[in-house]
């Protein structure tokens, strides 16, 4: 299974933003994708996850600024960011949960995208 990422960079603060995944491989069942993101000297923590019926989870840090949608159609979930600030700045990691074929459901991180804001 890969993740794909894209669309990070470096965003003036009140700016926006966004990252796209494509998730490719063997992937019978798609149960949740999402993004969570790692700050320098800090743990990884979530930022958005959506789930196969299009119930979305928002981290309390990004609500009202960012918005998650997935395509099942193409296996791509999107992160939409405004508003960005400084303390946003970190490296966004592509989440999918789910199973191959006769598999037990496991997590598949992408390879994450840096995100920096800053004027």
């Known amino acids: 299974v890969q993740l794909q990422a894209s669309g990070g960079g470096l965003v003036q603060p009140g700016g926006s933003l966004k990252l796209s995944c494509a998730a490719s491989?063997?992937?019978?069942?798609?149960?949740?994708m999402g993004w969570y993101r790692q700050a320098p000297g800090k743990q990884r923590e979530l930022v958005a996850t959506m789930s196969s019926d299009s119930n979305a989870n928002y981290a309390d840090s990004v609500k009202g600024r960012a918005s998650i949608s997935r395509d099942n159609a193409k296996n791509t979930v999107y992160l939409q960011m405004s508003s960005l600030k400084p303390e946003d700045t970190a490296v966004y990691y592509c989440y999918v949960y789910g199973r191959d074929y006769g598999f037990p459901s496991q997590d598949y991180w992408g390879q994450g995208t840096q995100v920096t804001v800053s004027s």
């Open positions: 491989g063997s992937l019978y069942i798609i149960n949740a």
